[in-house]
């Protein structure tokens, strides 16, 4: 036993103090260097100091705050939420911590998350940022459409001058197939930002689906002024608008050259041949339905069709035939012979 038991506590309280001391000197010193750097913008240098100040003060709200800035600074944003959540836990009612979690929460995909952190913001009256339009797009993108337009709503309250608003409300509307209801957000939302192609576009597709083709090329033919790539999809949707409205002088050549790219495509060759029957060309339409059943021998709606076309160039009897011949592939077919309907109900 030891003769003075109560000096070795004495020195040994003392040497603990004096550590804790040192780790807390060590951890400011590295967390001063992390600032200086982050100041500097040298963003891999800073991680690395606070990642030394947290090995000397674990956990340090400043410090987590700090070394998640930096990381958010560098795009990395999975990293960046997990200091906040962090420093969360050691200060949860810190507001650049609320705030942050908030924003992380919404660039990670963490919708449920990024609305409690929003509406925490809202609560405490903290930042000036759209806060309803982050919970109305985080709403929207849970399926919860009823609450993300009950926000958008909010949201436009707050700012009538911001763009995604109306936007985020028109998709909502797409998605509940209420298609006109939609046109009008669109319409708004452009009006806000009217060089964005892409909405220009998806306007185009709103108006299609109402149906109202002389809208829809109306926006087509501006998304492609606005830049938007005339890709397959684009030229197909454009040319089945100005078919509908009986331009085949301008949608059959979009058609074609979308035929192209995909000259096996059956469902596209067919979509070409009505348009050359209800153009009256028929010689065309013939061609174009033989090359179906060059891939498909057993099609009888282009069968079918190409006996149509024979007896609106006047030779019936083949025609007749033909039809026969597809009647007799699909007896479904009996019935558009006797109301002279083609595939379709056209």
């Given at each position: 036993m030891s003769k003075y038991p109560l000096l070795w506590l004495l020195i040994g309280s003392v040497a603990s103090t004096s550590a804790l001391a040192q780790n807390a000197d060590s951890a400011t010193f590295y967390h001063q260097k992390g600032v200086a750097e982050q100041q500097a913008r040298r963003y891999r240098e800073a991680e690395k100091q606070f990642a030394k100040s947290d090995q000397f003060g674990a956990d340090n709200t400043a410090n987590l705050i700090e070394?998640?800035?930096?990381?958010?600074?560098?795009?990395?944003?999975?990293e960046a939420r997990e200091k906040f959540l962090k420093a969360e836990v050691k200060d949860p009612n810190n507001p650049v911590v609320i705030e942050n979690l908030a924003t992380l929460n919404l660039n990670v995909r963490k919708w449920a998350d990024a609305i409690k952190y929003a509406q925490k913001m809202q609560e405490k009256k903290l930042g000036t940022k759209p806060l309803n339009f982050v919970i109305a797009k985080a709403y929207y993108e849970l399926d919860n459409y009823g609450e993300a337009l009950k926000y958008c709503e909010r949201a436009f309250r707050d700012d009538s001058t911001l763009a995604e608003v109306p936007y985020i409300?028109?998709?909502?509307?797409?998605?509940?197939?209420?298609?006109?209801?939609?046109e009008g957000c669109y319409q708004q939302a452009i009006a806000r930002n009217p060089n964005n192609a892409?909405?220009?576009f998806e306007a185009g597709m709103v108006a299609y689906s109402i149906p109202d083709d002389k809208k829809a090329v109306y926006w087509f033919e501006m998304a492609g002024e606005?830049?938007?790539?005339?890709?397959?999809?684009?030229?197909?949707?454009?040319?089945?608008?100005?078919?509908?409205?009986?331009?085949?002088?301008?949608g059959l050549p979009l058609l074609k050259a979308v035929l192209e790219h995909r000259p096996q495509d059956a469902e596209l060759l067919y979509n070409v041949g009505d348009a050359y029957y209800h153009n009256k060309q028929y010689q065309e339409a013939i061609d174009t339905w033989d090359q179906i059943l060059v891939v498909d021998k057993k099609n009888s709606n282009a069968l079918y069709m190409i006996g149509m076309a024979y007896q609106k160039k006047g030779d019936k009897a083949k025609g007749e035939q033909l039809c026969t011949q597809a009647i007799a592939m699909d007896p479904s077919l009996k019935d558009l012979k006797q109301e002279r309907k083609m595939p379709g109900g056209r």
């Open positions: 070394w998640g800035n930096v990381l958010v600074a560098q795009n990395r944003y999975m409300a028109g998709r909502c509307f797409v998605e509940m197939n209420n298609y006109k209801r939609a892409n909405w220009i606005k830049g938007y790539k005339r890709t397959d999809v684009y030229l197909e949707n454009l040319a089945n608008a100005y078919l509908n409205l009986k331009q085949y002088d301008k």
